[in-house]
């Protein structure tokens, strides 16, 4: 008789559900927000996560449109305009896009970095499988 390995059984498990995506954008939504009653706010962000489980559309990223200029503002200290392709690679990192690399040596103006943080976020987002 064989016998199933637990530590098998409960690592295919976690990969099927994406347990650890979850638990990693569980964790930070709660330190980014810090509400004050961390419960209800993890049982409204699972409603949320839920929602777009049964859609199955990635759970939207927590940066907003105005994070995003934040952060073009503070690589564009000399306020020209305009970052290099190094500095986005850099404000990409800062977003949690791990393995981003520019494609081009051209600086790079606000619209263009909003839309290329907007491409790269959703690439990384959470996505649930399905129900």
């Given at each position: 008789m064989t016998r199933k390995d637990p530590r098998s059984d409960a690592e295919q498990y976690l990969e099927k559900h994406n347990?650890?995506?979850?638990?990693?954008?569980?964790?930070?939504?709660?330190?980014?927000?810090?509400?004050?009653?961390?419960?209800?706010?993890?049982?409204?962000?699972?409603?949320?996560?839920?929602?777009?489980?049964?859609?199955?559309?990635?759970?939207?990223?927590?940066?907003?449109?105005?994070?995003?200029?934040?952060?073009?503002?503070m690589f564009d200290i000399t306020g020209c305009g305009k970052i290099s392709h190094t500095q986005v690679e850099k404000a990409m990192q800062n977003l949690g896009v791990e393995d981003y690399t520019s494609p081009s040596t051209e600086k790079v103006d606000l619209a263009m970095f909003i839309a290329t943080a907007k491409q790269e976020l959703d690439k990384i987002a959470l996505r649930m499988p399905p129900l």
């Open positions: 347990i650890r995506g979850l638990f990693k954008h569980l964790s930070t939504k709660l330190l980014f927000a810090k509400p004050e009653d961390p419960k209800a706010f993890l049982v409204e962000e699972l409603k949320k996560v839920y929602e777009c489980q049964q859609g199955q559309t990635p759970v939207p990223s927590m940066f907003e449109e105005k994070d995003l200029i934040a952060m073009f503002g």
